[in-house]
């Protein structure tokens, strides 16, 4: 698994939407949808802050990617 569809199998697991992630990761929505398409290389600042936003360490977020 990638780490776009990573995230995004978290989110859709909590019934979150890519607004309401992107809200509480403090980035843009096409940010995070771009991310979860594989178009971005995020920094390790985001994907810690999506981990947190999601009740994950970064360790469980690259789980299995």
């Known amino acids: ?13 909590k019934g979150y939407s ?8 403090a980035i843009h929505v096409t940010y995070l949808s771009s991310l979860e398409r594989g178009r971005r290389n995020p920094s390790l600042t985001v ?3 999506i981990a947190s936003s999601l009740g994950y360490t ?3 977020l ?3 990617v």
Do not use: K, N
């Open 1 to 13: 698994m990638r780490l776009g569809e990573r995230v995004r199998f978290l989110r859709t697991d």
């Open 18 to 25: 890519q607004e309401r992630l992107a809200s509480l990761s």
């Open 47 to 49: 994907l810690h802050a």
């Open 58 to 60: 970064l360790a469980e």
């Open 62 to 64: 690259f789980e299995g």
